[in-house]
C-alpha cells in the first residue's frame, strides 16, 4: 500500500477547512466591500446602470462573477469561489517561481499557515480573483506564451486597478535588455494588450462618469486635500499612517514569526541572486506593494502579494528546517494571539468603519484569529443586510439571492 505523503495530507485538510469556513460564514464577511460588490451586480440586473461598488470606483470583472454566483447559489458559494481562486494562485505562483523544488505540498501549507492570508481569502472580495490572474500572467510569461500572458495581466488590472503597479513594471523588468538595446517592439505590444483589455472592462466607470478621470482624485494627490476618502485609509498626515503601516505590516508578518524572518534575515539576503531576473521583478513587488500601503493601511488584504512573495523568497532559499519552524510559529497565531497596542476605536457598534482614536503600549493575550471567528458571536450579517434591500433575507442566510423574487 502506497504511503499517503503528510504534506499533501495537512494542505489537503488545511484547503478542506478553508472551505468550510467560506461555506459557513455565508454573508459574515470581513471585508466590509463585499456586500458592495454585489450589489453592483444587483444594481446591474434590476435597474440596467451601473453603481461601482466603491462609490467612485469600481472592479466590474469581480463585480460580475462574485454578483452572479451570489445572485444565483448564495453567499456562501461566492465565498468559496474566491478562497478557491486564491488557493489555485498559489499553485501558478509556485510553478512560475520555485518549479525546481518539487515539494509544492509544502508551499500551501506554508502560505495556509498564515492565518491573515488564509481567513481573510474566504470573503466574496476582488483581491483573490485579482491575485488568480495575476499567478496565470506570471505563469504564461515565465513560459512564453505572450498573448495568454497580456490578456491575463489585462484582466489582472481589471479586477484591482492598483495592481497595475504589480504588471508593467514587471513587463519593463522582463523585457529590460531589449529595451536597453532598444529594441522596443515586444514591450509595446505586451503593454498595448494590457491595457486595452484591461480598459475594456473599466469602460462602464468611465462612460458613468462622462469618459472623464474624476474618480481618480485621489486626496493624497489633490492639492490641499489631506483628508480622509474613498480609498479607504485614514486621514493623510505622517503620524496617522506610520502607526497603522508598522502595526499591520507586523500583524500579516505574523506576530511570532516575525521574530523568525528577522533571525533568518541575514542568512535570505547572503542566498538570493540579485541579478536573477526572477528575483528582481519579485523584489520589487515586495516594495511597491509595500509603498502602496504606507499610503493606504486600510486593510491587510492590500499586502497579500508582500507576503506570498516573501514565502517565495523563504522557500527559495532557506533549508526545509527553517520552513517548518515558520509554519509552526504561524500556526501558533491561529490559537494565541498577543498584542502590544490597546486601541481606542471612536464607535464600538461593529456595523460602523472601526476608527482608531487613540492607542497606548500595552500587552494583551487573547484568542487567535481562527480561534476567535470561530468561536465569535459577533455577526457581521445583519450590518450588511440592511442595504441589500429585497434580498436581505436570503442574503442572511447566505442563500441563492434569487429566491427573494
Not at 490572474?133 to 497580456?150: E, I
Not at 505574523?254 to 524572518?261: A, Q, R, V
Not at 509595500?290 to 507576503?307: D, G, Q, R, Y
Request: contains cysteine.
Amino acid at each position: 500500500m502506497k504511503k499517503i505523503d503528510n504534506n499533501f495530507f495537512l494542505s489537503s485538510i488545511l484547503f478542506i477547512f478553508g472551505v468550510y469556513i467560506a461555506y459557513t460564514r455565508g454573508s459574515n464577511f470581513s471585508d466590509g466591500d463585499s456586500y458592495s460588490v454585489i450589489n453592483a451586480f444587483l444594481s446591474l440586473i434590476n435597474e440596467k446602470t451601473y453603481s461601482p461598488s466603491r462609490g467612485a470606483y469600481g472592479h466590474p470583472i469581480p463585480e460580475i462573477l462574485i454578483g452572479f454566483i451570489a445572485y444565483n447559489f448564495g453567499t456562501k458559494i461566492s465565498n468559496i469561489f474566491c478562497f478557491i481562486l486564491f488557493f489555485l494562485s498559489i499553485i501558478f505562483f509556485y510553478k512560475t517561481f520555485l518549479k525546481k523544488n518539487i515539494n509544492l505540498n509544502l508551499f500551501i501549507i506554508l502560505i495556509f499557515s498564515n492565518s491573515f492570508l488564509f481567513l481573510e481569502n474566504t470573503n466574496s472580495i476582488d483581491y483573490p480573483i485579482a491575485l488568480f490572474f495575476l499567478s496565470l500572467g506570471f505563469y504564461f510569461l515565465k513560459n512564453q506564451k505572450y498573448l495568454l500572458s497580456y490578456i491575463f495581466f489585462g484582466l489582472t488590472i481589471a479586477c484591482r486597478v492598483n495592481f497595475l503597479f504589480f504588471v508593467y513594471p514587471p513587463l519593463i523588468i522582463y523585457f529590460f535588455n531589449e529595451i536597453k538595446d532598444k529594441k522596443i517592439k515586444n514591450f509595446i505590444i505586451s503593454s498595448l494588450i494590457v491595457t486595452i483589455v484591461g480598459l475594456i472592462f473599466y469602460y462602464p466607470l468611465f462612460n458613468l462618469h462622462n469618459f472623464t478621470l474624476d474618480f481618480l482624485e485621489l486626496p493624497f494627490i489633490k492639492e490641499g486635500d489631506n483628508s480622509a476618502g474613498w480609498y479607504g485609509g485614514p486621514i493623510l498626515e505622517f503620524d496617522s499612517l506610520l502607526p497603522r503601516f508598522i502595526y499591520k505590516t507586523y500583524l500579516i508578518t505574523g506576530i511570532f514569526s516575525i521574530f523568525l524572518f528577522l533571525l533568518f534575515f541575514k542568512d535570505l539576503i547572503k542566498k538570493i541572486q540579485f541579478k536573477d531576473n526572477d528575483n528582481i521583478i519579485l523584489i520589487f513587488i515586495i516594495f511597491i506593494n509595500l509603498f502602496i500601503f504606507w499610503f493606504m493601511p486600510s486593510k491587510t488584504l492590500f499586502i497579500n502579494p508582500f507576503i506570498i512573495v516573501s514565502y517565495i523568497f523563504v522557500f527559495k532559499y532557506l533549508d526545509t528546517k527553517k520552513i517548518y519552524f515558520l509554519i509552526i510559529f504561524n500556526f501558533v497565531q491561529w490559537f494565541v494571539f498577543y498584542d502590544i497596542a490597546e486601541i481606542k476605536y471612536k464607535e464600538k457598534n461593529i456595523c460602523f468603519a472601526k476608527e482608531a482614536i487613540s492607542y497606548n503600549f500595552k500587552l494583551s493575550f487573547k484568542k487567535g484569529l481562527i480561534t476567535s471567528h470561530l468561536t465569535n458571536n459577533e455577526d457581521m450579517t445583519d450590518c450588511y443586510s440592511q442595504f441589500m434591500g429585497v434580498y436581505s433575507e436570503n442574503f442572511r442566510k447566505g442563500r441563492a439571492l434569487k429566491l427573494s423574487k
